[in-house]
């Protein structure tokens, strides 16, 4: 349901008009001091109100009502709200009646009897990875402390593409540095691509989507188990709580596919630090749902985003008829900078309930 991890533990709750939104994190060791300007930073890469975002502003400044005393955790589970104030629920009134292609109004009317709240997609908005992101960026921090390292980049754009991260390679410099720039991409000029991209878009009153690569470095080797509860089986059921996210493909993902076993295999090698390593890094540091000390590499698929401005087909559930819909709204032309954080966070999320982090 809107509860993830064991050890370190997050629910969220709220709907995207709702007075407010938060969650409880559970896991947190008693005594640590909490970075409020790095947690600051994580949670205005996923705000909204930037370019070429919607334009509705929301300050994201979670108020933390338990969980923390004199400056440090407690021990306790830590609760926070992130009030929602700039809301348009009225944009939402026809929605009620005909629902969105490729959104979750017709879904969600039908499970919930029409009870379901369609003001800015209720509980199906990506305003609840607000929350995640909180929670995320406090595991990245804790992550940190056991030099783990989490980044991500925008890989494309619509037919946009920029480079991938070297997978054998990656370094904890190479994602600290993604974290400072508004859209993270490993070339300079695919950043321009995809910015000039998404204006044209947007003007046009369409959407566009695109992938972002997640990689995390400093992993230890052993971390995870077969069957039910693999790296990835973990990761993707997630990640796929992020609304919009489509696919998964980890290491060389799907391109694997079209490979032969000698073109695909990586070879295991001694590194100069005398610990076991691969030459190639194909496997995505995961080999039999187990972490094998290699850098941690996916992709994510983010589709369009559903609102748009031009005129779609749908139907109205109270005359039972087709109609045509024309969504009014502040919506983004393309989701995937700010659902970037998201991926991070998560990522982070599903590590932290991995890895031992001890009590302090």
Do not use: W
Not at 76 to 94: C, G, K, Q, V
Not at 239 to 247: D, S, T
Not at 256 to 283: K, W, Y
């Amino acid at each position: 349901m809107f509860s993830i991890g064991n050890k370190f533990r997050l629910t969220v709750f709220g709907q995207s008009h709702s007075a407010a939104i938060g969650g409880v994190i559970e896991g947190i060791p008693a005594g640590t001091v909490l970075d409020e300007d790095a947690i600051a930073r994580f949670m205005a890469r996923r705000a909204p109100g930037q370019a070429l975002t919607t334009p509705r502003r929301e300050n994201d400044r979670p108020q933390i009502l338990s969980g923390v005393a004199d400056g440090r955790t407690c021990g306790a589970p830590l609760a926070f709200t992130i009030e929602n104030t700039n809301i348009r629920s009225h944009d939402y009134e026809r929605i009620r009646d005909v629902p969105r292609p490729m959104h979750s109004d017709y879904a969600a009317a039908i499970k919930f009897g029409g009870a379901n709240d369609i003001r800015g997609g209720g509980q199906f908005s990506g305003r609840l990875t607000a929350p995640i992101c909180f929670a995320g960026a406090i595991a990245a921090q804790l992550l940190a402390d056991r030099q783990v390292t989490i980044g991500a980049h925008i890989s494309s754009i619509g037919s946009v593409e920029d480079s991938r991260f070297d997978p054998a390679g990656v370094c904890a410099a190479d994602l600290r540095a993604l974290s400072g720039m508004e859209f993270p991409a490993l070339s300079d000029e695919a950043g321009r691509a995809f910015r000039k991209l998404i204006a044209e878009v947007r003007d046009a009153g369409d959407s566009v989507g695109g992938t972002v690569e997640c990689a995390a470095v400093g992993v230890p080797a052993g971390i995870g188990d077969p069957m039910f509860s693999g790296i990835e089986n973990l990761l993707a059921r997630a990640l796929f709580a992020i609304p919009a996210i489509k696919g998964v493909e980890f290491g060389a993902g799907f391109e694997a596919a079209r490979l032969r076993g000698s073109d695909h295999n990586d070879p295991f090698e001694m590194a100069a630090d005398g610990s076991v390593r691969t030459r190639t890094n194909r496997h995505g540091g995961i080999l039999g749902g187990i972490t094998t000390g290699m850098p941690l590499v996916f992709r994510v698929a983010i589709k369009p985003t559903p609102s748009i401005a031009l005129e779609q087909d749908s139907v109205s559930l109270s005359e039972r008829r087709n109609v045509r819909l024309a969504i009014e709204g502040r919506h983004d032309p393309c989701i995937v900078p700010r659902a970037l954080p998201a991926v991070e966070a998560v990522t982070a999320l599903v590590l932290a309930d991995l890895i031992a982090i001890p009590a302090r």
